[in-house]
């Protein structure tokens, strides 16, 4: 259990450390999965792309957790 918890911690400050980087830089990202409509005064915005990314990166590090 304590080594998955310093795993958890190790990738969360690997996240936010790019997190900063992107932010600094102004890198937008704009993925083309995701479904953008603007009409007037209507925005719609539904990430599907990024759900896809999200889903299997997290798959990806439930599968080795399991493996430790």
Do not use: A, W
């Not at 998955?4 to 400050?13: A, E, V, Y």
Request: charged share 15%; no cysteine; proline share 3%.
């Amino acid at each position: 259990m304590g080594k998955q918890i310093i795993l958890i911690g190790f990738f969360l400050i690997i996240v936010g450390g790019i997190y900063l980087i992107i932010e600094k830089n102004g890198i937008n990202y704009d993925n083309p999965l995701d479904f953008k409509f603007e009409k007037g005064n209507t925005k719609f915005y539904f990430p599907l792309g990024s759900s896809i990314l999200l889903s299997v990166v997290l798959s990806l590090i439930f599968y080795l957790f399991r493996k430790m």
